[in-house]
C-alpha cells in the first residue's frame, strides 16, 4: 500500500464547470476525511466517511459540493458551478476508527491533495 | 470561532538549538491532539499525538506537552535542524474530524 493517493494533482478549470476529484484511502482504513486547504490557513474540514456512510459535513460543503464513498473504499468530491472561492488545495485523509483514548493514536494519514485552480 | 489557535505565524532558530511551537485551544472535548509537518505542495504529515488523558509525549526529538488547565499544548524539538524548516499545524480532534491551526512555519537557520 502506497499511502493515500489522489488524482489529479492539479486542476485549473473555468469558472462555471465542473470538476470530479477521487481519494484512494489506505485499503485497511475504514474512515475517509475530505479538508481544504487555502494560502496562510490550515486544512478545514468538510466532509468524512465511515465506510460508506457520510457522517459528518461542515458548513463549508455548500450544495454545489457532493462526496460520495459508494463502495467504502474509493471517494469522489464534486463541485459543481466552480467559482472563483473554490480555488484551495483539498486534501483527503484516510484513518482507522478511534477506539480507545488509552492507546496511541498516529493520526490521520493525508494525500497530497488537488491543487484547484478556477479561473 | 477558531478552536486551535497558533498565534505564532513564523519561527526562527538556529541549527541545534530548541524549537518551541505553541498552540491553544478551546474546545475541552477533545480526545486527541496532534502536530502535523507540512513541506510546500504536499499533503500534511503526522508527527506526534498525545492523548487528552496524558501531559506528556515524547518521540525521538520531539516532545509534545498538555496542559489541560491553560488548554494550551506546546511541541518541542531538540536539536533542532535544517531539515525541520517547515509549516508545523496543531490539531485537535475526538472521534470524529480534526480541527487545525493557521499553522506556524519554522525555518532552522544553519
Known amino acids: 500500500d502506497t499511502g493515500v493517493s489522489q488524482n489529479p494533482r492539479h486542476k485549473i478549470t473555468k469558472r462555471g464547470q465542473n470538476v470530479t476529484f477521487r481519494c484512494d484511502p489506505i485499503?485497511?482504513?475504514?474512515?475517509l476525511y475530505w479538508y481544504r486547504q487555502t494560502l496562510g490557513q490550515g486544512p478545514e474540514f468538510l466532509t468524512y466517511f465511515q465506510n460508506e456512510a457520510q457522517l459528518e459535513k461542515s458548513r463549508l460543503l455548500s450544495d454545489r459540493f457532493s462526496a460520495e464513498r459508494p463502495k467504502g473504499s474509493f471517494s469522489t468530491l464534486e463541485i459543481q458551478r466552480t467559482e472563483q472561492g473554490d480555488s484551495a488545495m483539498y486534501l483527503c485523509a484516510s484513518s482507522p476508527r478511534l477506539r480507545d483514548r488509552r492507546k496511541p493514536f498516529y493520526g490521520y494519514t493525508f494525500g497530497s491533495g488537488t491543487r484547484l485552480t478556477v479561473v | 470561532d477558531q478552536q486551535v489557535k497558533q498565534n505564532s505565524p513564523s519561527l526562527s532558530v538556529q541549527e541545534g538549538r530548541i524549537s518551541i511551537l505553541n498552540c491553544d485551544y478551546t474546545?475541552?472535548?477533545?480526545?486527541?491532539f496532534l502536530w502535523y509537518k507540512k513541506y510546500p505542495a504536499e499533503g500534511p504529515t503526522f508527527l506526534i499525538s498525545i492523548s487528552s488523558i496524558k501531559d506528556k509525549n515524547e518521540d525521538g526529538r520531539f516532545t509534545v506537552f498538555l496542559n489541560k488547565s491553560a488548554k494550551h499544548l506546546s511541541l518541542h524539538i531538540v536539536p533542532s535542524q535544517p531539515g525541520d524548516s517547515a509549516v508545523y499545524f496543531c490539531?485537535?480532534?475526538?472521534?470524529?474530524?480534526?480541527?487545525f491551526g493557521k499553522g506556524t512555519k519554522l525555518s532552522v537557520k544553519p
Open positions: 485499503s485497511e482504513h475504514n474512515r
Open positions: 474546545n475541552s472535548m477533545f480526545d486527541y
Open positions: 490539531a485537535g480532534g475526538s472521534q470524529g474530524n480534526l480541527i
